[in-house]
């Protein structure tokens, strides 16, 4: 049974630090890894896909990589901004049709 | 263009009683999801639209929940004899095709059940 943790569940940096968001997940056999945002009382806001053939994905400030043999992927966000305060998820498409299957997150708190 | 919307964005039910909560996805998108969050944990997948067949919805918990999508575009989720263990926020999310397509989230339904 596939499982998502992210570590850790929370994060505080003063604002201009690069942040590092975690994910890892114990079954190797995903067809893709998304990055997703979420704010307090929000939807998720879709912030980057990466397909299981890919080792990274870049948008802007953020990059994510992943490593499916290890059943990893890290987020990164340069520069980091108050306005980048929010719970950020991993999830993973095991099925191809894209049923995710979340972590718990991380909070992110950037402090000016 | 218009994103995802779901009504109500709150509802407050007593126990034992029925609700709907309505998803419209973005236009031509033509698969549809829900999933279900509580408090300080990621969302939990319920069922999976592909048009108007349920594709999947192992992730429905047991028969009081039941969802539709007539036209293959409104779902409507459905839960009878609701339990306090059903509150949470219901989020309904649409893609392209599904798959390789990023999901696209709606703002959620906060349900409390009393």
């Known amino acids: 049974k596939q499982e998502v943790t992210q570590i850790p569940a929370a994060l505080s940096v003063p604002e201009g630090e690069n942040l590092v968001l975690n994910c890892s997940f114990t079954?190797?056999?995903?067809?893709?890894l998304q990055w997703f945002r979420q704010d307090p009382g929000k939807g998720l806001t879709s912030l980057l896909l990466?397909?299981?053939?890919?080792r990274e994905q870049t948008s802007g400030r953020l990059n994510a990589s992943l490593d499916k043999s290890s059943g990893r992927s890290t987020l990164y966000i340069a520069a980091s901004q108050p306005g980048d305060s929010a719970t950020y998820l991993c999830?993973?498409?095991?099925?191809?049709?894209?049923?995710?299957?979340f972590g718990a997150g991380t909070q992110v708190v950037v402090t000016p | 263009g218009a994103g995802v919307s779901q009504t109500p964005s709150n509802k407050v039910t007593e126990k034992g009683k029925y609700v709907e909560l309505r998803c419209d996805p973005i236009?031509?998108?033509?698969?549809l999801y829900w999933y279900r969050q509580s408090l300080g944990q990621g969302p939990e997948f319920l069922i999976y639209?592909?048009?108007?067949?349920?594709?999947?919805d192992s992730g429905l918990p047991n028969d009081r929940f039941f969802a539709v999508r007539p036209e293959g575009s409104v779902s409507t989720l459905k839960i009878q004899r609701t339990e306090r263990g059903d509150s949470a926020v219901y989020l309904c999310?649409?893609?392209?095709?599904?798959?390789?397509?990023?999901?696209?989230f709606g703002p959620g339904t906060r349900l409390t059940v009393t």
């Open positions: 999310a649409s893609s392209l095709t599904g798959g390789d397509y990023e999901q696209y």
């Open positions: 079954d190797s056999a995903i067809y893709n």
């Open positions: 990466i397909q299981s053939s890919q």
């Open positions: 999830a993973v498409d095991t099925d191809s049709w894209g049923k995710l299957q």
């Open positions: 236009s031509g998108h033509t698969a």
């Open positions: 639209f592909q048009g108007t067949g349920a594709a999947d």
